[in-house]
Antibody
């Protein structure tokens, strides 16, 4: 069964940094685009970043450009989201999701990031 | 960037009734790249419909999707208790950004 599991969330002060990890199992993650999506408390889903299979292209929502970096380690079947200069508005549950021709068809349970002093 | 607007924001219905959820885009969306997701409290979203009208694995046939261009619809016939949730449309291609609509909450 295809699965992804996120980790790395936590409480961080404004201006701080955090690295989220997404570990894939049950499928060859190197063959897929991978995504991060976030959901602020009580709000809807917001796409954050996408990375192509061979890292040839990376895409970000405007609000995180220059602060967040998505990267992957295909031999480790992992995708990461490096987050810097964190703001209160980055507080959210961050989901990792696989992108196929079907859309985002495999989701993790999410990891919570809280930015607060 | 394509913006998706879902309506209504909330649907108050009873089990056994039908539901019609709308998703409108600011630009034309390829029919292959429009999907619907279901999210229950405390859970990750789950892919329901892909390519406008194709049910994902495990999606009951009471769920159906339709539409083209800028107007898309998710229809749920005969609501079951487990169908009360928030539903999101999303456009996912051919390249990012991959935008979501604001969601429609189907409540009892």
């Amino acid at each position: 069964e295809a699965q992804v599991v996120e980790s790395g969330g936590g409480l961080v002060q404004p201006g701080g940094s955090l690295r989220l990890s997404c570990a894939a199992s049950g499928f060859s993650s190197s063959g897929y685009l991978m995504n991060w999506v976030r959901q602020a408390p009580g709000k809807g889903l917001e796409w954050v970043a996408t990375i192509k299979q061979n890292e040839s292209a990376k895409y970000y929502v405007e609000s995180v450009k220059g602060r967040f970096t998505i990267f992957r380690d295909n031999p480790k079947k992992s995708v990461y989201l490096e987050m810097k200069s964190l703001r209160a508005e980055d507080t959210a549950v961050y989901f990792c999701a696989r992108v196929s021709i079907l859309g985002m068809d495999v989701w993790g349970q999410g990891t919570t990031v809280t930015v607060s002093s | 960037e394509i913006v998706l607007t879902q309506s209504p924001a909330t649907l108050s219905l009873s089990p056994g009734e039908g539901a019609t959820l709308s998703c409108r885009a600011t630009q034309s969306v390829g029919s292959s790249f429009l999907g619907w997701y279901q999210q229950k409290p405390g859970q990750a979203p789950r892919l329901l419909i892909y390519g406008t009208s194709n049910r994902a694995t495990g999606t009951p046939d009471r769920f159906s999707g339709s539409g083209s261009g800028t107007d898309f619809t998710l229809t749920i016939t005969r609501l079951e208790p487990e169908d009360f949730a928030v539903y999101y449309c999303q456009q996912y291609g051919p390249s990012p950004p991959l935008t979501f609509g604001g969601g429609t909450k189907v409540e009892i």
